[in-house]
C-alpha cells in the first residue's frame, strides 16, 4: 500500500514543541515528503517538504529517518493558530506523477 | 493574487443531473489535480492532468470525467451523479517538475440528493 500513517489526533499546550510523525514505510527514493495542514472551512496549505535531509522554514522542522521510512514535522512552539489537521504526503517522482495524502492528524492546542 | 479558483462553492443537485465543477489557476501551472475529502477518508485524488491534453485517473476516479483543453482551466464533470459524490472537492495546482507547494482552492461543497 503507498498510503501514508498518521495518528488521528493530537495535543499539545499553547507555546510548547509539537512532533508530528508520519510512516510511509514503502517510500521509494526519488519520493519527496511534504507536509500540509487544513485550518477549518479551508483548503490544505503548504508547511513544509524534504527529500532526505532534515529542512527547516519559517513555519515548521521536518525531520526524514535515515531509512525514509517515517518523518516527523516539528512546531517549534505552538499556537492556537496552528490547530489543524496536518497531513503527510508522499509526492511520487518516478513514473506517475501523484501527491498520495494520509488521513492526516488532528492537532489540538491547548491554552 | 496568485490563486487557484472554484465553482460553485455549494451546490445541492439530485441524483442524474449533470454538473460540472470549474477550476482554474492563474499561475501558469502545468500540473492540476481534483481531490475529494470525505469525513475519517483525508483527501483522496480523483484525477490529475499533468499538462493540457494529458489527463491521468487518481485513486477514486468512478463516477467522474475531467478534460483539459486549456492550461489554466481543470473542470470536473459528473455525468450522473449520484448520493455517494456527495463530498467536498478540491482543485489544486502546481509547476511540473517542481517540488515546491501545491496550491489549493477554497473547495466547493457537493450535496446529491
Known amino acids: 500500500d503507498a498510503k501514508t500513517t498518521q495518528p488521528n489526533s493530537m495535543e499539545s499546550n499553547e507555546e510548547e514543541p509539537v512532533h508530528l510523525p508520519c510512516n510511509h514505510s514503502?517510500?521509494?527514493?526519488?519520493?519527496?515528503i511534504h507536509w500540509y495542514r487544513q485550518l477549518p472551512s479551508q483548503g490544505p496549505e503548504y508547511v513544509i517538504h524534504?527529500?532526505?535531509s532534515n529542512v527547516n522554514n519559517r513555519m515548521a522542522s521536518l525531520a526524514i529517518a535515515e531509512d525514509r521510512k517515517s518523518s516527523t514535522l516539528i512546531l517549534h512552539r505552538a499556537t492556537l493558530r496552528d490547530a489543524a489537521v496536518y497531513y503527510c504526503?508522499?509526492?511520487?517522482?518516478?513514473?506517475?506523477?501523484?501527491?498520495?495524502f494520509g488521513t492526516g492528524t488532528r492537532l489540538k492546542v491547548l491554552a | 493574487e496568485a490563486q487557484v479558483t472554484q465553482n460553485p462553492r455549494y451546490l445541492i443537485t439530485v441524483t442524474g443531473k449533470k454538473l460540472t465543477v470549474t477550476c482554474s489557476q492563474n499561475?501558469?501551472?502545468?500540473?492540476m489535480s481534483w481531490y475529494r475529502q470525505d469525513p475519517g477518508l483525508g483527501l483522496r485524488q480523483i484525477y490529475y492532468?499533468?499538462?493540457?491534453?494529458?489527463?491521468d485517473k487518481g485513486d477514486v476516479p468512478e463516477g467522474y470525467k475531467v478534460s483539459r483543453k486549456e492550461k489554466r482551466n481543470f473542470p470536473l464533470i459528473l455525468e450522473s451523479p449520484s448520493p455517494n459524490q456527495t463530498s467536498l472537492y478540491f482543485c489544486?495546482?502546481?509547476?511540473?517538475?517542481?517540488?515546491?507547494?501545491?496550491?489549493f482552492g477554497e473547495g466547493s461543497r457537493l450535496t446529491v440528493l
Open positions: 489544486a495546482s502546481t509547476q511540473q517538475g517542481s517540488v515546491g507547494e501545491l496550491f
Open positions: 499561475m501558469n501551472h502545468e500540473y
Open positions: 504526503i508522499r509526492d511520487r517522482r518516478a513514473g506517475t506523477y501523484k501527491y498520495i
Open positions: 514503502t517510500i521509494s527514493g526519488t519520493d519527496y
Open positions: 524534504g527529500l532526505t
Open positions: 492532468s499533468m499538462n493540457v491534453e494529458v489527463t
